[in-house]
């Protein structure tokens, strides 16, 4: 084996690939070459004597393994690197189970649960114990189990613990722990061990038989650990198990980059490395290779102001580069327009692939306005690691109640909605629904209405049920002709009780449930606003299913090759780099979340985040935030995230709205004060409010088909030439008026959004000059 590889570092990492005299701990910044460390690091050990099954290199996903251990193929070649033990957290665990199920009761073939049969096996334990999932929802009590497992509580630990049973019964779910200690019985009696079991029973086995641990200690003479700062309590625990005595270990990571403790991890584990293991080595990858100087440096600047952290100076060597560009928008619908038409501008300036953008959103619901924009600019794009907005699970069942409400024979929405939420009409009675409409070549909305006539086989309290159901979609549809779609689809919503349902517990899943809801009734306030504003009269419920039917059909087709804009939570981007990356939502309790407001700890976690959004950015970064944004279908306004003003201006690229160390402009500095004028309104329930006018009728002497150079409306005089704000789509100026009365219209060519003609007794915009 050559060790000419080893030129190929700078001096940091050669120094942190050649040590291994004890502990050491790799602080990799973003873009610092990390893998690159790791790969040469267990080369170099092979090359010093150590066999490939003495080394344990432990990951996080099977990706970075296999990536890992085809480089080390490419050094020391496939037969050496074939025997390394080398995998995630999980797969490296589930193999020493196997050989040493024995020592815990179980047979070496366990079955491994996925989230999916442990769910299933929860909610069978809740139906055995009389307990309303209403009440326990699934999803939360595995939530709940899977906390106690990486925190190492067995069931008999968790009963003991005053402070998780009092939790408990604060959530109405004081029986948790009785469902705790069945389930774990119930995977004992099945041989099955779910994924969180994999990591607890080896910490188990260790624990109880020292024998063991000392064997496996003999075999793993050199720990090496990736991304140490997404460890949990139980990893940290294991590994402290293994390497606690010989200290031959070395983990690598970034704390600027811990960004997952809703899933368990603790920073600690890497901010007190040093400490646990007394004699370490601290070496520090402050190279960035990836971007530009004035990227990393606004990075730094925006780090810096986190008090729980590693010190490090990240720097580049590669071009300075452009100012972080930091734009302001009046709304939610103007920053998709102003992202969308930089993507054009930098596609035309430097010839860039559609692939070479990336925009990246603390929610996902955030993604709904990119998408729409995108679709209508023509521009492919793809969502990283999550479903289209229209593709979500419960997007899907608001719209399937929709389309049954417009038309009852739909069968796959009929079925969709039927038992959701559970209203007791299950399976079985489907079944002969299905049966009877298809013996009788009808529909099944159709049997539901007459069960009698099609001679439905069902006891009366089912009877009642279906009645019932029958009875909220007939009150739905008699609203069809006389309410808009905003109106009667958030009654829906309320009424189904699907609102009721997602907000049943708290949990990250369930709040992401919650915002996708909330997006898709801001969509139905846009869908009928927009529409009256320019004089269409077609924004019935039929209407709104018809225009995001062919949103909906697109999403299909999203899987077919080509370059595409890249759309994405920021925690999704992690580990990925773009060319040109869009941070955009860039708004108090937005970005940081308001849920970070009054922990310091969290909001430093917030803090990390929007760190690791800015340092996906190769060549281009920018920053959006929007004054105004819908919430349940209700404007609100808003501020610039805190974060903003932790990057030095220095390395920012400012609007003059912005009001981050510059001046601000008199039309900006009006919007403003109206904005402090208004009350900020709080957060609504899902109700059909009248469609806000901020215009009354137009009085003019003009004729119907004249246009005019100005008109006279409630707010004033309104000329050709004059500027105005928008509500939704920014600033813009008026090329044309013409009509008179409840028709007069203005043509206006906006900044961002092009032109639009605008019905004026539904114009939702204020005259600046």
Same mark, same amino acid.
């Given at each position: 084996?050559?060790?000419?590889?080893?030129?190929?570092?700078?001096? #940091?990492?050669?120094?942190?690939?050649?040590?291994?005299?004890?502990?050491?701990?790799?602080?990799?910044?973003?873009?610092?070459?990390?893998?690159?460390?790791?790969?040469?690091?267990?080369?170099?050990?092979?090359?010093?004597?150590?066999?490939?099954?003495?080394?344990?290199?432990?990951?996080?996903?099977?990706?970075?393994?296999?990536?890992?251990?085809?480089?080390?193929?490419?050094?020391?070649?496939?037969?050496?690197?074939?025997?390394?033990?080398?995998?995630?957290?999980?797969?490296?665990?589930?193999?020493?189970?196997?050989?040493?199920?024995?020592?815990? =009761?179980?047979?070496?073939?366990?079955?491994?649960?996925?989230?999916?049969?442990?769910?299933?096996?929860?909610?069978?334990?809740?139906?055995?114990?009389?307990?309303?999932?209403?009440?326990?929802?699934?999803?939360?009590?595995?939530?709940?189990?899977?906390?106690?497992?990486?925190?190492?509580? #067995?069931?008999?630990?968790?009963?003991?613990?005053?402070?998780?049973?009092?939790?408990?019964?604060?959530?109405?779910?004081?029986?948790?722990?009785?469902?705790?200690?069945?389930?774990?019985?119930?995977?004992?009696?099945?041989?099955?061990?779910?994924?969180?079991?994999?990591?607890?029973?080896?910490?188990?086995?260790?624990?109880?038989?020292?024998?063991?641990?000392?064997?496996?200690?003999?075999?793993?003479?050199?720990?090496?650990?990736?991304?140490?700062?997404?460890?949990?309590?139980?990893?940290?625990?294991?590994?402290?198990?293994?390497?606690?005595?010989?200290?031959?270990?070395?983990?690598?990571?970034?704390?600027?980059?811990?960004?997952?403790?809703?899933? =368990?991890?603790?920073?600690?584990?890497?901010?007190?490395?040093?400490?646990?293991?007394?004699?370490?080595?601290?070496?520090?990858?402050?190279?960035?290779?990836?971007?530009?100087?004035?990227?990393?440096?606004?990075?730094?600047?925006?780090?810096?102001?986190?008090?729980?952290?590693?010190?490090?100076?990240?720097?580049?060597?590669?071009?300075?580069?452009?100012?972080?560009?930091?734009?302001?928008?009046?709304?939610?619908?103007?920053?998709?327009?102003?992202?969308?038409?930089?993507?054009?501008?930098?596609?035309?300036?430097?010839?860039?692939?559609?692939?070479?953008?990336?925009?990246?959103?603390?929610?996902?619901?955030?993604?709904?306005?990119?998408?729409?924009?995108?679709?209508?600019?023509?521009?492919?794009?793809?969502?990283?690691?999550?479903?289209?907005?229209?593709?979500?699970?419960?997007?899907?069942? %608001?719209?399937?109640?929709?389309?049954?409400?417009?038309?009852?024979?739909?069968?796959?929405?009929?079925?969709?909605?039927?038992?959701?939420?559970?209203?007791?009409?299950?399976?079985?009675?489907?079944?002969?629904?299905? &049966?009877?409409?298809?013996?009788?070549?009808?529909?099944?909305?159709?049997?539901?209405?007459?069960?009698?006539?099609?001679?439905? #086989?069902?006891?009366?309290?089912?009877?009642?049920?279906?009645?019932?159901?029958?009875?909220?979609?007939?009150?739905?549809?008699?609203?069809?002709?006389?309410?808009?779609?905003?109106?009667?689809?958030?009654?829906?919503?309320?009424?189904?009780?699907?609102?009721?349902?997602?907000?049943?517990?708290?949990?990250?899943?369930?709040?992401?449930?919650?915002?996708?809801?909330?997006?898709?009734?801001?969509?139905?306030?846009?869908?009928?606003?927009?529409?009256?504003?320019?004089?269409?009269?077609?924004?019935?419920?039929?209407?709104?299913?018809?225009?995001?039917?062919?949103?909906?059909?697109?999403?299909?087709?999203?899987?077919?090759?080509?370059?595409?804009?890249?759309?994405?939570?920021?925690?999704?981007?992690?580990?990925?780099?773009?060319?040109?990356?869009?941070?955009?939502?860039?708004?108090?309790?937005?970005?940081?979340?308001?849920?970070?407001?009054?922990?310091?700890?969290?909001?430093?976690?917030?803090?990390?985040?929007?760190?690791?959004?800015?340092?996906?950015?190769?060549?281009?970064?920018?920053?959006?935030?929007?004054?105004?944004?819908?919430?349940?279908?209700?404007?609100?306004?808003?501020?610039?995230?805190?974060?903003?003003?932790?990057?030095?201006?220095?390395?920012?690229?400012?609007?003059?709205?912005?009001?981050?160390?510059?001046? %601000?402009?008199?039309?900006?500095?009006?919007?403003?004060?109206?904005?402090?004028?208004?009350?900020?309104?709080?957060?609504?329930?899902?109700?059909?409010?009248?469609?806000?006018?901020?215009?009354?009728?137009?009085?003019?002497?003009?004729?119907?088909?004249?246009?005019?150079?100005?008109?006279?409306?409630?707010?004033?005089?309104?000329?050709?030439?004059?500027?105005?704000?928008?509500?939704?789509?920014?600033?813009?100026?008026?090329?044309?008026?013409?009509?008179? =009365?409840?028709?007069?219209?203005?043509?206006?060519?906006?900044?961002?959004?092009? &032109?639009?003609?605008?019905?004026?007794?539904?114009?939702?915009?204020?005259?600046?000059?």
């Amino acid at each position: 084996m050559q060790d000419n590889y080893l030129e190929e570092l700078n001096e #940091s990492q050669r120094a942190a690939v050649l040590y291994n005299d004890g502990p050491s701990l790799v602080i990799a910044g973003a873009g610092s070459g990390k893998t690159r460390v790791l790969t040469y690091k267990i080369a170099w050990l092979l090359s010093s004597g150590y066999r490939a099954s003495n080394i344990l290199a432990l990951t996080f996903t099977n990706k970075a393994a296999r990536e890992m251990k085809e480089r080390i193929a490419r050094q020391v070649g496939a037969e050496a690197a074939r025997y390394l033990w080398m995998g995630t957290f999980h797969s490296v665990f589930a193999r020493i189970l196997r050989a040493e199920a024995e020592h815990l =009761g179980f047979n070496s073939r366990f079955t491994i649960y996925d989230s999916a049969d442990s769910k299933s096996l929860i909610r069978s334990i809740l139906k055995e114990m009389g307990l309303d999932e209403k009440a326990y929802k699934p999803g939360t009590v595995q939530a709940r189990i899977s906390n106690a497992k990486n925190h190492l509580v #067995s069931p008999a630990g968790y009963a003991a613990n005053k402070e998780a049973c009092e939790a408990d019964a604060a959530t109405k779910m004081p029986a948790i722990r009785e469902v705790y200690q069945r389930y774990w019985e119930r995977c004992r009696q099945a041989g099955a061990m779910d994924f969180d079991d994999l990591l607890f029973y080896t910490w188990i086995l260790f624990q109880k038989h020292p024998d063991v641990l000392a064997r496996y200690r003999e075999q793993f003479r050199y720990v090496l650990v990736d991304e140490y700062q997404d460890t949990n309590y139980a990893q940290h625990s294991i590994v402290q198990q293994l390497a606690g005595e010989h200290q031959h270990i070395c983990v690598v990571g970034d704390d600027a980059q811990s960004i997952y403790s809703f899933r =368990g991890a603790d920073i600690d584990n890497i901010l007190y490395f040093t400490k646990i293991y007394p004699n370490t080595r601290v070496f520090k990858l402050e190279q960035n290779y990836r971007s530009t100087q004035t990227i990393v440096c606004a990075a730094n600047s925006l780090i810096e102001k986190n008090q729980r952290q590693i010190r490090k100076e990240v720097f580049s060597e590669k071009e300075r580069g452009e100012a972080i560009g930091v734009f302001q928008a009046y709304s939610d619908v103007e920053e998709g327009d102003i992202v969308i038409n930089k993507i054009k501008d930098l596609r035309r300036r430097h010839d860039y692939e559609y692939s070479d953008f990336a925009i990246l959103y603390r929610t996902n619901a955030q993604s709904r306005i990119f998408e729409e924009t995108l679709r209508k600019n023509g521009m492919p794009y793809k969502i990283y690691g999550g479903l289209s907005f229209y593709q979500r699970k419960e997007i899907k069942d %608001v719209v399937a109640y929709f389309r049954v409400t417009v038309n009852p024979a739909d069968e796959e929405a009929f079925k969709r909605i039927i038992n959701y939420p559970a209203r007791g009409i299950g399976d079985t009675t489907l079944g002969k629904i299905i &049966e009877a409409a298809t013996g009788n070549n009808t529909s099944l909305w159709n049997v539901l209405c007459d069960p009698l006539a099609y001679q439905l #086989s069902i006891n009366k309290g089912t009877h009642t049920k279906l009645q019932e159901f029958r009875e909220l979609i007939e009150s739905f549809r008699d609203r069809l002709v006389t309410d808009n779609a905003y109106q009667i689809g958030t009654d829906i919503i309320r009424r189904s009780g699907i609102m009721t349902d997602i907000h049943a517990d708290n949990s990250p899943e369930s709040l992401s449930r919650q915002e996708n809801i909330e997006e898709l009734v801001n969509g139905l306030q846009d869908f009928c606003a927009l529409r009256m504003e320019e004089g269409s009269t077609d924004i019935s419920l039929s209407d709104y299913l018809s225009d995001i039917a062919l949103l909906t059909d697109q999403d299909s087709d999203k899987d077919n090759e080509g370059a595409k804009v890249v759309l994405m939570t920021v925690h999704s981007a992690k580990g990925l780099e773009f060319r040109n990356v869009f941070v955009v939502g860039m708004e108090e309790n937005l970005f940081p979340g308001s849920m970070a407001g009054d922990s310091p700890r969290a909001m430093e976690e917030e803090r990390r985040l929007f760190y690791v959004a800015i340092t996906r950015a190769e060549e281009h970064c920018y920053l959006s935030y929007a004054r105004t944004r819908f919430r349940y279908g209700k404007m609100e306004f808003g501020t610039p995230s805190r974060f903003l003003r932790d990057i030095d201006t220095c390395f920012l690229d400012l609007p003059h709205e912005a009001g981050i160390g510059h001046k %601000v402009d008199e039309g900006a500095a009006r919007f403003r004060k109206e904005e402090v004028r208004q009350q900020i309104r709080p957060r609504a329930q899902v109700i059909a409010p009248t469609l806000p006018r901020n215009l009354k009728k137009v009085a003019n002497s003009s004729t119907e088909n004249q246009s005019a150079q100005s008109m006279q409306t409630s707010l004033g005089e309104l000329r050709v030439g004059q500027n105005i704000q928008h509500e939704r789509f920014g600033m813009g100026e008026v090329t044309k008026l013409e009509g008179s =009365g409840d028709n007069a219209k203005a043509t206006i060519r906006f900044r961002h959004a092009g &032109e639009k003609q605008l019905l004026l007794r539904f114009a939702r915009f204020t005259v600046i000059d």
